[in-house]
T-cell receptor, first 114, second 113 residues
Framework: GNSVTQMEGPVTLSEEAFLTINCTYTATGYPSLFWYVQYPGEGLQLLLKATKADDKGSNKGFEATYRKETTSFHLEKGSVQVSDSAVYFCALSGRGGGADGLTFGKGTHLIIQP | GAGVSQTPSNKVTEKGKYVELRCDPI?????LYWYRQSLGQGPEFLIYFQGTGAADDSGLPNDRFFAVRPEGSVSTLKIQRTERGDSAVYLCASSRGTDNEQFFGPGTRLTVL
């Protein structure tokens, strides 16, 4: 079945540092890939997505590229801010575009220190 | 506009009791999803509705769990004979239809004593 593996947290960085959160997946067919974020006290919200190989999703300075050859969708940001502190979830959808239930990773808690 | 709402926000019950959790999706969203999130884990898919019908209920863990969406809007997740292992945050999400972003509610925290 489908599965998502992402790096364990917490990840602690200083403000303005470069961020990478690794995510790899196992799936049949051609899934769509997502990063969701959960800020303290708030619900899950979509950060970015990519629906086919080599697509790059981007939002709020975050980027992730759908790499089919390495089955990866690593999240990156060039300069993090304290306000980026949150839990980040990598997820995939089996039939593409989020039309079915999502499979999530365990989440990575990111802590940005001023 | 109003987002996905879930009630109650917290529910404490005793082992063996029956509980109902409610989800109000965003108006006009035809697809509705239920997930369960245990502590330190990512959300785990339970069931997905397209309109009134369950399009995929493969994630329901056993026959104690059941969900309905009789009018294609509000959905209720029902858990019979609750067990301590059912304790988790139950999340609901909705989307405009197939191939669209899922919008999540704040969740219901269920505690089974």
């Amino acid at each position: 079945g489908n599965s998502v593996t992402q790096m364990e947290g917490p990840v602690t960085l200083s403000e303005e540092a470069f961020l990478t959160i690794n995510c790899t997946y196992t799936a049949t067919g051609y899934p769509s890939l997502f990063w969701y974020v959960q800020y303290p006290g708030e619900g899950l919200q979509l950060l970015l997505k990519a629906t086919k190989a080599d697509d790059k999703g981007s939002n709020k300075g975050f980027e992730a590229t759908y790499r089919k050859e390495t089955t990866s969708f690593h999240l990156e940001k060039g300069s993090v801010q304290v306000s980026d502190s949150a839990v980040y979830f990598c997820a995939l959808s089996g039939r593409g575009g989020g039309a079915d239930g999502l499979t999530f990773g365990k989440g990575t808690h990111l802590i940005i220190q001023p | 506009g109003a987002g996905v709402s879930q009630t109650p926000s917290n529910k404490v019950t005793e082992k063996g009791k029956y509980v109902e959790l409610r989800c109000d999706p965003i108006s006009g969203h035809t697809a509705l999803y239920w997930y369960r999130q245990s502590l330190g884990q990512g959300p785990e898919f339970l069931i997905y509705f397209q309109g009134t019908g369950a399009a995929d209920d493969s994630g329901l863990p056993n026959d104690r769990f059941f969900a309905v969406r009789p009018e294609g809007s509000v959905s209720t997740l029902k858990i019979q004979r609750t067990e301590r292992g059912d304790s988790a945050v139950y999340l609901c999400a909705s989307s405009r239809g197939t191939d669209n972003e899922q919008f999540f509610g704040p969740g219901t925290r269920l505690t089974v004593l």
